[in-house]
């Protein structure tokens, strides 16, 4: 009973894939410090960050 209990009780037992760095090898959680990939990602989420930090009095005139 206990088998059908791991095949049915836990249905979250699949293994989440890891994404692996075309760049580093690694998997995307832990790409190496020189991953171009990685620089790329840390760039784009400084980006996104000063965009939003910086959104002026135009923004939540628009989302209102
Ligand atoms: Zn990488």
Redesign the pocket.
């Known amino acids: 009973m206990s088998l059908l209990k791991r095949m049915f009780g836990n249905g979250t037992a699949q293994k989440p894939r890891v994404r692996i ?1 075309v ?4 998997p ?1 959680a832990e ?2 410090d020189w ?1 171009s ?2 620089r790329g990602q840390r760039e784009m989420e400084r980006a996104a960050a000063a965009r939003s930090a910086q959104a002026g009095p135009a923004s939540p005139a628009k989302s209102s």
Not at 23 to 26: F, Q, R, W, Y
Request: hydrophobic fraction near 35%.
């Open positions: 760095c760049e580093c090898g690694m995307v790409h190496r991953c990939i990685l």
